[in-house]
């Protein structure tokens, strides 16, 4: 069935550096795919929405120069966290609509990134 | 804005026993979905539901939603502790958009 992957499962990394994170769809294409961020013991927030060859588009709250979304073939969506900060550490999920005429979304693994 | 509340936020049950989980939206509902997360991992899709009086099964997992479309629960019966892990609920936030938001999440315990 269709699978959606995403790389690294975990990071850690140091203040000030920045990170990238890549979602793929496995045996479909996503011309449009969703980013999400989990603090502990809440619920998925959503982040943005990327899309294939255009502009991510934000929601309210979430800074766009430091959650660089890329999204440039039909498989593969990157998130790139710019110079981050403790505060952002959180596990970050990315999902993917089937589509088809289906309204089946598929949600990655996560990925876990710790700023110190 | 449009919310989702789940309730219990937790909850810790002995095996065997049957558990509800609610799901209340502030508006009407697109499509309900129900998600379990295991700690730090990736969700797993359970249900969709889409009309009014809906229900749906699979395995010892009923969800139901209500003919106004704004509320959801999720029954499992005869608990087994590979049942635990996290509820989310989610709702589509416009029609086929696919964006979702989700609910504040249901820890669930199952005791051997």
């Known amino acids: 069935g269709a699978v959606v992957s995403q790389h690294p499962s975990r990071v850690i990394c140091k203040s000030g550096t920045s990170v990238k994170i890549e979602c793929r769809s496995l045996?479909?294409?996503?011309?449009?795919m969703f980013w999400y961020r989990q603090f502990p013991k809440q619920s998925l927030m959503l982040m943005a929405t990327?899309?294939?060859?255009?502009?991510?588009?934000?929601e309210q709250g979430v800074e766009k120069d430091k959650f660089l979304i890329n999204h440039a073939g039909l498989t593969l969506s990157t998130l790139t966290v710019t110079s981050a900060h403790p505060e952002d550490s959180s596990f970050y999920i990315c999902s993917a609509p089937v589509g088809g005429g289906t309204d089946t979304q598929y949600f990655g693994p996560g990925t876990r990134l710790t700023v110190l | 804005s449009q919310e989702l509340e789940q309730s219990p936020q937790s909850l810790i049950v002995q095996e065997g026993k049957n558990l509800t989980i609610n799901c209340t939206s502030s508006?009407?509902?697109?499509?309900l979905y129900w998600y379990k997360q295991k700690y730090g991992e990736g969700l797993i899709f359970l249900m969709m539901l889409q009309k009014g009086g809906e229900e749906k099964s699979h395995e010892k997992i009923t969800a139901k939603l209500d003919e106004k479309k704004q509320q959801s629960s999720l029954h499992i019966t005869a608990s087994q502790p590979s049942h635990a892990g996290i509820y989310l609920c989610g709702a589509d936030m416009d029609s086929g958009t696919y964006k979702y938001i989700f609910g504040t999440g249901t820890r669930l315990k199952v005791l051997a």
């Open positions: 045996d479909f294409q996503a011309t449009t």
């Open positions: 508006k009407t509902l697109y499509g």
């Open positions: 990327s899309n294939e060859g255009s502009k991510a588009t934000y």
